[in-house]
């Protein structure tokens, strides 16, 4: 069974639930609200989806807010540690749920590494498709799926990655597991192949052992072909994107 997370704000938990429920999951909606009142428990899950949307109105920052409501919450917090610590759990973080759980990094095993996702080099708010490159990690999400160059769409004010400093970006080099790319296929901060400014690109990455992967486009928008607005003839009903989601099944069997 997955949690399908919502918080105020958060408006992609739909999109998710279908690609889980299309790949073989149990989906249950999880509100917040849930998990702080004790009704539900992160242990009754093998994994969580933490959505796209506009936590708290993102008035503290991108998802911070949705990340402070655990941090500072003790029912929440020991909740997301002891399920961070299972060796048998896994975690998808997608655009306001990516900077919640940056925000969350110091909870989670592997994550040292993990940026923080501040206000977009442009300034603005920006939703448009691009392509992005899905490179070499152990992200149990896009095994098999490495050196694929696939259209993505995304949405969000704040999703430029800001490592704490160099030494952070290096290190970080090995977890990498997506990158804009412009129409040459290569890796670039160049707008508006790369939309939000994000160093070599980076904009999706995961922990050490791969259980835990955030990234800020939107594939659960489009894992069906008919979602695209531009797709290969011949690709069929799933896009490329549903292959994501039908990893997270097969690494729990």
């Not at 707008?191 to 994000?198: R, T």
Request: with cysteine; glycine share 12%; aromatic share 10%.
């Amino acid at each position: 069974a997955v949690a399908i997370l919502r918080e105020q704000g958060v408006n992609g938990q739909t999109e998710l639930a279908a690609a889980f429920d299309r790949a073989g999951f149990d989906a249950f909606d999880v509100h917040m609200s849930d998990l702080s009142s004790g009704r539900r428990s992160l242990a009754q899950f093998a994994g969580f989806a933490a959505g796209g949307g506009f936590s708290y109105g993102d008035v503290l920052g991108g998802g911070a807010g949705w990340a402070k409501s655990i941090l500072f919450h003790a029912r929440l917090r020991d909740d997301f540690a002891r399920f961070f610590d299972r060796a048998d759990t896994f975690a998808a973080g997608i655009c306001n749920g990516c900077q919640m759980m940056g925000n969350l990094r110091g909870l989670i095993p592997g994550a040292g590494h993990w940026p923080l996702f501040v206000r977009n080099a442009s300034e603005q708010f920006e939703a448009r498709l691009v392509s992005v490159e899905i490179t070499p990690t152990k992200s149990l999400f896009l095994q098999g799926m490495e050196g694929s160059r696939i259209p993505v769409v995304l949405a969000h004010g704040e999703g430029l990655a800001q490592f704490d400093d160099a030494a952070a970006l290096a290190a970080a080099q090995p977890h990498v597991a997506m990158r804009f790319v412009d129409s040459h296929g290569h890796a670039t901060e160049r707008y508006p192949f790369n939309p939000n400014g994000s160093p070599q690109g980076i904009t999706g990455i995961t922990t050490a052992d791969g259980r835990f992967t955030i990234l800020m486009p939107h594939p659960e928008r489009v894992w069906r072909s008919v979602q695209m607005s531009w797709h290969p003839r011949g690709w069929g009903d799933a896009s490329p994107w549903l292959r994501m989601f039908r990893n997270a099944r097969v690494a729990l069997d």
